[in-house]
């Protein structure tokens, strides 16, 4: 017996068949899009498909909304009465599933949090203490970081957190007992973001073996301030949530965060991805591809992946052209990824739906650790975002010493 292997379109078609509702109108059906708010009309014709979406246009075979309504259709009871044959249509609706190595995964959850605060603590501990010139004596800055990450980390209120610090005191991780309020000043400390972004890259060197592939993105979290505003329109005054948004590199196949950005809530996507791919590069990847969606096409990030010996897996828009008015060598690398991508649409596509993980790592983070930062001013916002990621990266460090045998050794690395 010969197993079927899906096709890209097929695991698409899969993904909109338990993700959406798609309705029949006679012969033809509608299939909403995954990427825009509308909806293409499918004739499911056994001998000759047809869809209305730009990939049947221009390739004339059958596309994900095509494969999803055969799907739907795929069972099929032939019922006789009075010597006539009926044919009644079942909707059934599949739904792919992944493998999971359950006995390493319990094992990684099972001691994930001893791991956790013994790679922390190594992080730390490389940690060179700045010189304090005038006020009163703080806390080292190690015991400082290791604290408000811990703190993150557990998900708790600031007074039950205490419990955790007394028993890192205990064995060593820190120094000095900090007070519970003590733990929220230290996230007001703007000093602690570059420290954070050097140990979220130091935290994703154990993996730089595995991961050859990254994807970028970003994702709003959402805060506890509120700002007004007036809507024209009805006249009326409402409360709209502040939020901050993530930008971040990941590998694609354990979802480590290899670079990270912060920025305002409506700040542009383009402008993240050059320091991203950048600060990627010089952690020690080795770069092979960098997915993006079209919010980053552009000639400099284009040149920005190729410098860096990435192939950039970067959708062109429906305007886009073969040509461009810049300098010539933007207009020869943006006329060649041109190429590649309307000649060699299924090969590309294939790499750039690599994409999706970040979506993953983002679901990751967000779920585990909340998408909503506790503190109330910019700087300690930012911070905690950064807590997250640096803890993220440390639970999948953890798992991958189970799953790919991985053996973190992370003094070196901060140091």
């Not at 000759?48 to 246009?57: A, G, K, L, Q, W």
């Not at 010089?282 to 990435?310: C, P, R, W």
Request: charged share 20%; with cysteine; net charge positive.
């Amino acid at each position: 017996m010969t197993t079927h292997q899906f096709s890209e379109r097929e695991t698409k078609a899969l993904e909109i068949v338990t993700s959406a509702i798609l309705t029949r109108e006679g012969d033809q059906w509608l299939v909403p899009s995954q990427s825009a708010a509308k909806t293409y009309t499918v004739n499911p014709d056994p001998e000759s498909p047809r869809c209305t979406c730009p990939d049947f246009e221009y390739r004339q075979l059958r596309c994900k909304h095509i494969y999803a309504v055969e799907i739907v259709l795929r069972r099929e009871v032939t019922v006789s009465n009075d010597g006539q044959t009926q044919t009644v249509t079942e909707t059934v609706t599949v739904k792919k599933s992944y493998g999971q190595s359950w006995p390493e995964y319990n094992k990684a959850q099972q001691y994930e949090k001893a791991h956790f605060i013994e790679f922390l603590h190594q992080l730390c501990s490389g940690i060179e203490e700045p010189p304090q010139t005038n006020g009163r004596p703080r806390l080292p800055l190690a015991d400082i970081i290791f604290a408000a990450t811990y703190k993150t980390y557990s998900t708790i209120s600031g007074r039950r957190f205490a419990s955790d610090l007394r028993d890192a005191l205990a064995k060593g991780y820190i120094s000095k007992m900090p007070s519970y309020n003590s733990v929220f000043d230290y996230f007001k400390m703007a000093s602690l973001t570059p420290y954070l972004q050097q140990l979220i890259a130091a935290s994703a060197l154990p993996l730089k073996s595995i991961e050859s592939d990254f994807a970028v993105d970003s994702s709003g979290f959402s805060t506890g301030q509120f700002t007004r505003w007036f809507d024209v329109k009805y006249g009326t005054k409402e409360d709209r949530r502040q939020w901050l948004k993530m930008h971040l590199c990941c590998g694609v196949k354990t979802n480590i965060v290899t670079s990270v950005e912060m920025s305002d809530g409506h700040a542009n996507d383009y402008n993240q991805f050059k320091p991203l791919v950048d600060r990627t590069a010089k952690s020690g990847f080795t770069m092979k591809e960098v997915s993006a969606d079209k919010a980053y096409l552009g000639s400099s990030n284009i040149l920005t992946s190729l410098q860096h010996g990435a192939i950039p897996y970067i959708p062109f828009k429906s305007n886009s052209i073969a040509t461009s008015s810049s300098t010539r060598a933007k207009s020869e690398v943006w006329t060649r990824m041109f190429h590649f991508y309307s000649y060699h649409r299924a090969e590309f596509l294939q790499h750039y739906h690599k994409r999706s993980n970040v979506e993953t790592t983002f679901h990751m983070i967000k779920s585990k650790f909340g998408q909503r930062l506790r503190s109330k001013s910019h700087t300690a916002q930012i911070n905690e975002a950064l807590c997250k990621v640096l803890c993220h990266n440390l639970c999948v460090v953890i798992q991958s010493m189970y799953e790919l045998n991985v053996a973190p050794e992370f003094c070196g690395e901060a140091a």
